[in-house]
C-alpha cells in the first residue's frame, strides 16, 4: 500500500476548482498531483505542487498517477474515461457517468477486465440534507411513505453564452446535470422504480439544452418519486418532501458545502458541512396517538467521505460506495425519461433484470 496515492484531474473548470482539487486534497492518503490544462496554469496558482500538462495522453504516461478524474464536458467522459482505463489508471468519473447506457457498459466491463477501481462523483449522497432524508426514510417514522418530491429550484433566467451544459451537445442540459443527481438518490433510497413519466422541456430563450424537467417515479406499492427543476423560479419551494401514513418531512434549502468551497473552504475546516438551525427541516408526525412537530437537526455534509472511500478502495480495504453499475443505472433512466417526453407517456422501466 502506497503511503498517498496520487490524482491527476483532467479539466480544471468548475468541477475541477471547486470540488475535486480541494476535497481530494484534504483527504489524507491521497496527493493532488498532477492537472491536465490546455491553455492556463490555472492550477497551479491554486495548488503550487501540481505539475501540469497540456495532453492527458501525459498524464496516462505518468507511472506515478494512480487515478485519473475526468472533469471535461459530459460529451468525453466516456473517451478520457476509456483512455485512462486502458493505461492502468483507476478512474473517478463526474456526473454524468456517460452519455449513453451503452458506453457506461463499456465502461464497465473493461474495468473488471483490467481489475480496475471504477467510480462516478455521485456527491449529493453526502450532502447533508440527504443523509437527513436517508435517515427518517430508513427510521420509518413517517409510516408507509406514498410520495416524495425532489425539486432543485433557480433564478437563473438568461443564459450564460458559450456554456457547454446549455448547448446542443450530446451530454448536455439539466436531465443530465441535476436529473442525474435526483435519480441516484432515488435509487439509493427506494431502489429501481417500476416506471418512470418525464416531461423535458426549454423555459429560457437562446438556449439549445433543456432547462427544466418534471418527472415522476412509480413504485411498486403506489410510492411516487417527483423530480423536479427550473432554472426560473425566484421564489424556491422545497427542496425535498416526504409524505407518509404517519406525516411528513419538509426541507427547504441548498446543502452548504458548495459555497463554502467556492468561498475558499476547506472539509477541514471546524463545523465543515453544517446548517444553522433555522435552515433545519421541519417534521409532523403522529406515532401511538400522540403528535409531534418540530425541526430535525441537518446531519452534516461530507463530500470528502466520497474520495476517502475511493481511496479506501483503490487499496482493498473497502467497498466502493458509489458503484459503477449504480451510475449506469441512472443514466439508463436519464434514457427512459427522454424517450418518456419525446412519446408523451408512461414508461415502464428495464432496469430490474
Known sequence: MKE?????????????????????????????????????????????????????????????????????????????????????????????????????????????????????????????????????????????????????????????????????????????????????????????????????????????????FDAVLGYEGGLTVRLCATCIARTPGPRYRLNGENGSFVKYGEDPQENALREGGRPSDPGWGREPEERWGSLDVTLDGLRFTGKVETLPGAYQEYYANVRDAVNGAAELAVKPEEARDVIRLIELGFQSSREGRRIETDLRG
Open 4 to 212: 498517498a496515492l496520487n490524482v491527476g484531474l483532467i479539466g480544471y473548470g468548475y468541477a475541477g476548482r471547486t470540488f475535486h482539487a480541494p476535497v481530494i486534497a484534504s483527504v489524507p492518503g491521497l496527493r493532488l498531483a498532477k492537472v491536465v490544462e490546455r491553455r492556463t496554469d490555472r492550477a497551479k496558482e491554486d495548488w503550487p505542487q501540481v505539475g501540469i500538462v497540456r495532453d492527458a495522453k501525459e498524464l496516462y504516461a505518468d507511472p506515478g498517477i494512480d487515478i485519473v478524474v475526468v472533469l471535461t464536458p459530459s460529451t468525453d467522459h466516456f473517451t478520457f474515461a476509456r483512455d485512462a482505463l486502458l493505461a492502468g489508471k483507476h478512474v473517478v468519473v463526474e456526473k454524468p457517468f456517460t452519455v449513453t447506457s451503452a458506453e457506461a457498459d463499456e465502461l464497465i466491463a473493461l474495468a473488471k477486465e483490467r481489475g480496475l477501481v471504477l467510480s462516478v462523483f455521485h456527491n449529493r449522497r453526502w450532502d447533508g440534507d440527504f443523509r437527513t432524508v436517508s435517515g427518517i426514510v430508513r427510521s420509518g417514522m413517517l409510516g408507509r411513505l406514498v410520495s416524495a418530491e425532489f425539486r432543485w429550484d433557480r433564478y437563473r433566467p438568461r443564459p450564460v453564452p458559450g456554456r457547454w451544459r446549455e448547448s446542443a451537445a450530446p451530454g448536455a442540459g439539466i436531465w443530465y446535470d441535476l436529473g442525474s443527481h435526483f435519480l441516484d438518490q432515488a435509487l439509493q433510497l427506494f431502489g429501481v422504480p417500476e416506471t418512470i413519466w418525464a416531461d423535458i422541456r426549454t423555459q429560457r430563450e437562446g438556449v439549445a439544452a433543456n432547462d427544466a
